[in-house]
């Protein structure tokens, strides 16, 4: 019965790395789709974020199933709940990665996306949530910290990118674009805020411990 359980409890972090490499495509497909106007890539991300539905529906029930035939014990139980708000964050992810793709579809190149870290803001963003990802599955308690450290990071790139164009907007750049550019620029810190959460449940799933900023 046990061996049995490590099997599925293996086979759940198995599909939750797929539904972190999903949310990591559709986060890289979005910032594409406004940095090179590409309308594709645009749509390759609300895709995804049907993918990252779906995914989600299989954990839980996995989960579910985990739960209610194979009893865990302490330890094991917290990493299954665990599991159940990670996937929550994750959804809330691709959610928020088609919206970024959805204002691509309606912005206009402009050399205004050079002089704001954006693309530095995404691979940050794209990073915490590999991490948290990983440090799940691989039980890092310490990798899972870095993770909660890096919003620290995220969160100043916005603070940078919005007060690069608010000084734009007041030079009187393209208003309509820099507030787009703000609006994709705080998704991505809301993205870094979920991967947090994910790094917090992780913590919580090894240590018992949760602390919520």
Not at 81 to 98: K, V
Not at 102 to 123: D, F, G, H, N, T
Not at 142 to 166: G, M
Request: proline share 1%; hydrophobic share 45%.
């Amino acid at each position: 019965m046990r061996n049995r359980f490590n099997e599925q409890l293996e086979q759940l972090n198995v599909e939750l790395i797929k539904m972190g490499a999903l949310c990591e495509e559709a986060i890289s497909a979005a910032t594409k789709a406004y940095v090179e106007g590409d309308r594709e890539l645009g749509e390759r991300a609300r895709s995804l974020e049907q993918d990252i539905d779906h995914k989600e529906r299989d954990i839980e029930s996995q989960c579910m199933k985990l739960l209610l035939r194979q009893q865990p014990v302490a330890k094991d139980l917290r990493a299954v709940s665990a599991a159940l708000r990670m996937i929550s964050d994750m959804e809330r992810i691709g959610d928020q990665a088609a919206d970024i793709a959805e204002i691509a579809r309606y912005m206009e190149k402009s050399a205004i996306l050079r002089q704001v870290p954006m693309e530095e803001m995404a691979l940050a963003a794209i990073k915490m949530v590999t991490d948290s990802v990983d440090s799940f599955v691989r039980g890092d308690l310490a990798l899972a910290h870095s993770v909660i450290a890096q919003d620290d990071q995220v969160d100043s790139l916005f603070l940078s990118v919005r007060e690069k164009l608010t000084a734009l907007i007041a030079g009187g750049e393209n208003g309509g674009l820099c507030l787009d550019l703000l609006m994709i620029a705080k998704y991505f810190e809301r993205i870094g805020d979920h991967a947090c959460n994910i790094a917090q449940w992780v913590e919580y799933a090894i240590t018992g411990d949760y602390e919520d900023d």
